[in-house]
C-alpha cells in the first residue's frame, strides 16, 4: 500500500487507464496512430475492454470505501469465504477492537477470481460496532450471478 490508497485500487485504475489508452487510438508517445495501425488498435482496445470486464464484472465500490486505516485493518481477520446457495458471496471473520473506546469498523471485502488470483468480479461492505476491548463475528455477503470459485480479501477498513 502507498499512502492511504490500497494496491488494489491503484490496480483498478491503472486498467481503466490503460482501457482508455487502447480506445483513444493513440500510441504509447501520445501520437495518433495511422490506418494500418488502427484496426490492430481497435481490436486491441476490443480484447483489453472484454478482459476488463471479466476483471470487474460488477460497479467497484465507490473510493471512499477503499480508504483504509491500518491500525483497524490490523484487527480484522477473515475464517471464512463461501457460496451462498442461491448464488453469490459471503466472507466471515472477526474483528477486535483493542482502543479503550467502542469503535465502528467498515470492512469492503473484494471477492476474486480463485484461478487469478487479482481479477476482482465483485464486493461487499459491513458495518460492525465493536464494544472496547471486544471481539465479534462480522458477515459479510452479496448476491450476484458467477459461474468463478471465488476467494475473499479484505480491500480496506475504515
Excluded at 489508452?21 to 494500418?36: E, I, N, R, V, Y
Aim: with cysteine.
Amino acid at each position: 500500500m502507498v499512502g492511504s490508497v490500497p494496491i488494489r485500487s491503484r490496480a483498478r485504475l491503472a486498467v481503466t487507464l490503460g482501457v482508455a489508452l487502447l480506445a483513444s487510438g493513440c500510441t504509447s508517445t501520445g501520437a495518433m496512430s495511422d490506418d494500418s495501425t488502427l484496426a490492430s488498435a481497435d481490436s486491441a482496445s476490443a480484447s483489453a475492454s472484454a478482459s476488463a470486464a471479466e476483471q470487474i464484472r460488477y460497479p467497484p465500490p465507490p473510493a471512499s470505501a477503499l480508504v483504509n486505516d491500518e491500525l483497524k485493518a490490523k484487527s480484522v481477520v477473515i475464517t471464512g469465504c463461501d457460496e451462498l446457495l442461491n448464488g453469490g458471496q459471503q466472507a466471515i471473520g472477526t474483528v477486535e477492537n483493542l482502543a479503550a473506546t467502542d469503535q465502528r469498523f467498515t470492512i469492503t471485502i473484494d471477492f476474486t477470481d480463485a484461478d487469478d488470483g487479482t481479477a476482482i468480479v465483485n464486493w461487499a461492505s459491513v458495518d460492525v460496532q465493536v464494544p472496547a476491548g471486544r471481539t465479534v463475528p462480522w458477515v459479510a455477503e452479496k448476491a450476484f450471478k458467477t459461474s468463478r470459485r471465488l476467494d475473499c480479501s479484505v480491500a480496506a477498513v475504515r
